[in-house]
């Protein structure tokens, strides 16, 4: 078939043709931005909705807290854990000195006696008196109180062995030893652990 229709004709063919195709195309954009738009709005709602409902919870639940008082209760554990732990640092230095008077008699050899037993305040260290027959005795007090193997002292040092008392003194030698007592000390009443039964 031949086209005698006039170009102006056609032209304005072509023209309507792309008119319609490009109204098409916006009608669907348009659309497409409207539903990108409905989809946001309700996105942005939900997030709302969301965010509402936890912060509802969040205050209800901190609303709860308060009238449990968990505050003065936290506080309140604090000082009895304090407490507590001030209790245990003074029983770990408490000594069962009827026990370790019963040690220390054990190991003071023969020949020798405990004259005088003073606590030092600034070292927490036990200042020991004794008495012995003679000077090889004396110094074998401060070398069994030192022994390890009775679990009594970290260590005794000697201050000062003097003889020379009176000729009717049975015990003319005076020995002096300060002794530390050990950590694992079973006579402190923290370590006992009914190793030793308590006075």
Sequence with gaps: MINLLPPEVKQEYIYALRNTVLRRWIIACVLGLI?????ATYGL???????????????????????????????????????????????????????????????????AILTNLQISQTT???????????????????????DPANKLFSKADLIGIHCGGTTNDPYPCTVQIRALFASNNPFLFINTNNKVSKP
Excluded: H, W
């Design 35 to 39: 539903g990108l738009g409905f989809v």
């Design 124 to 146: 927490g260290a036990l200042d020991i008196t004794a008495k012995a027959t003679d000077y090889a005795t004396a110094s074998q007090v401060q070398a069994n109180l030192q």
């Design 45 to 111: 709602a939900t997030i709302q909705r969301s965010t509402d409902s936890y912060s509802t919870i969040v205050t209800s639940k901190q609303n709860s807290l308060n009238q449990q008082k968990l505050g003065p209760t936290e506080a309140q554990v604090k000082d009895i854990t304090g407490n507590l732990k001030l209790v245990l640092k003074v029983l770990s230095k408490e000594v069962l000195f009827s026990q370790v008077l019963k040690q220390m008699a054990a190991v003071i050899p023969p020949n």
